[in-house]
């Protein structure tokens, strides 16, 4: 992945492109990036829409405006619009295009007409939209050619262009639970740790729980446990790279152990303080703590 620019406080991109060329894509994007998005907005409602944007959210908030050929006389008022600034926002206007051929494949495949086919065929539709729209295409900032993009590939693309480190990064939580409560529904990964002692059984541990010393010095010291670490985190490491390259940036650990309250919760520190030293942005979260 490219390095990421610096974000730019109040920014408003303006998406537009040929239909069927990844303008929703690009809009969902930015939308997984911060910006608060907008879809076929007339143009003269722009800087109004941005104004009260500006009023409840601050002059921070990034927008996004994706618009296309059905906003009729838009394309006018959007040129005018960005040239003189109206907004007062600096505006970055990204443009989708993609062969004829690619296009006419995603429009059959999406079973849709053209907005400007009429009774026409499919391609008459697309040379209209294209010579409609060329003014725009001069005019872009950015030019995205999705002919040979899968949607990850395209979505990598706007995240190199829109994103920043901050939103870029993978977001990790590492939740622990109790087995007799249920895995959590959101985990994308599970661990169980029950194949370690058990500090229930020991009276001076059992009524401690694993975010106390004594607990997380017994359960993290056993050798087990060292090994698990140590072959477990480079297992988190590749999945967590794999995940960022297909456009994920959540992600979901489960730790358990039978109740939730000793094991599961040592290990779930010890867990998030270790992704936190490999610069993971890592958070611990104990869901059955206490619920004995």
């Given at each position: 992945?490219?390095?990421?620019?610096?974000?730019?406080?109040?920014?408003?991109?303006?998406?537009?492109?040929?239909?069927?060329?990844?303008?929703?894509?690009?809009?969902?994007?930015?939308?997984?990036?911060?910006?608060?998005?907008?879809?076929?907005?007339?143009?003269?409602?722009?800087?109004?829409?941005?104004?009260?944007?500006?009023?409840?959210?601050?002059?921070?908030?990034?927008?996004?405006?994706?618009?296309d050929v059905r906003s009729g006389?838009?394309?006018?008022?959007?040129?005018?619009?960005?040239?003189?600034?109206?907004?007062?926002?600096?505006?970055?206007?990204?443009?989708?295009?993609?062969?004829?051929?690619?296009?006419?494949?995603?429009?059959?495949?999406?079973?849709?007409?053209?907005?400007?086919?009429?009774?026409?065929?499919?391609?008459?539709?697309?040379?209209?939209?294209?010579?409609?729209?060329?003014?725009?295409?001069?005019?872009?900032?950015?030019?995205?050619?999705t002919s040979n993009l899968n949607?990850?590939?395209?979505?990598?693309?706007?995240?190199?262009?829109?994103?920043?480190?901050?939103?870029?990064?993978?977001?990790?939580?590492?939740?622990?639970?109790?087995?007799?409560?249920?895995?959590?529904?959101?985990?994308?990964?599970?661990?169980?740790?029950?194949?370690?002692?058990?500090?229930?059984?020991?009276?001076?541990?059992?009524?401690?729980?694993?975010?106390?010393?004594?607990?997380?010095?017994?359960?993290?010291?056993?050798?087990?446990?060292?090994?698990?670490?140590?072959?477990?985190?480079?297992?988190?490491?590749?999945?967590?790279?794999?995940?960022?390259?297909e456009g994920k940036r959540f992600?979901?650990?489960?730790?358990?152990?039978?109740?939730?309250?000793?094991?599961?919760?040592?290990?779930?520190?010890?867990?998030?303080?270790?992704?936190?030293?490999?610069?993971?942005?890592?958070?611990?979260?104990?869901?059955?703590?206490?619920?004995?």
């Amino acid at each position: 992945m490219a390095q990421t620019r610096t974000a730019t406080p109040g920014e408003l991109v303006v998406v537009t492109g040929m239909s069927g060329a990844g303008r929703s894509t690009a809009a969902k994007e930015l939308e997984d990036l911060g910006y608060f998005v907008i879809d076929n907005l007339p143009p003269s409602l722009l800087g109004e829409v941005v104004r009260l944007i500006d009023d409840t959210r601050g002059t921070g908030q990034p927008v996004a405006v994706v618009v296309d050929v059905r906003s009729g006389s838009f394309f006018e008022e959007l040129r005018a619009t960005i040239a003189d600034n109206s907004t007062g926002r600096h505006t970055t206007l990204l443009f989708l295009e993609a062969d004829d051929n690619v296009l006419v494949r995603r429009q059959d495949a999406a079973r849709r007409p053209h907005p400007l086919q009429g009774s026409g065929r499919l391609l008459e539709g697309l040379q209209r939209e294209r010579e409609a729209l060329s003014p725009l295409r001069g005019m872009a900032d950015v030019v995205i050619d999705t002919s040979n993009l899968n949607v990850h590939q395209l979505t990598a693309q706007v995240a190199d262009k829109f994103g920043t480190p901050q939103v870029l990064r993978l977001a990790i939580t590492v939740v622990s639970f109790g087995f007799k409560y249920g895995i959590p529904v959101d985990a994308d990964f599970v661990a169980d740790m029950r194949f370690l002692p058990n500090p229930y059984w020991i009276p001076e541990l059992k009524e401690h729980t694993g975010k106390e010393e004594p607990v997380a010095d017994y359960v993290t010291s056993q050798p087990d446990a060292e090994r698990f670490l140590d072959a477990w985190l480079p297992v988190l490491q590749i999945v967590s790279a794999g995940y960022l390259r297909e456009g994920k940036r959540f992600m979901t650990v489960g730790i358990g152990c039978t109740g939730g309250k000793h094991r599961s919760v040592a290990m779930t520190e010890e867990v998030t303080r270790r992704l936190v030293a490999l610069g993971f942005e890592a958070t611990a979260a104990h869901r059955d703590l206490g619920r004995e």
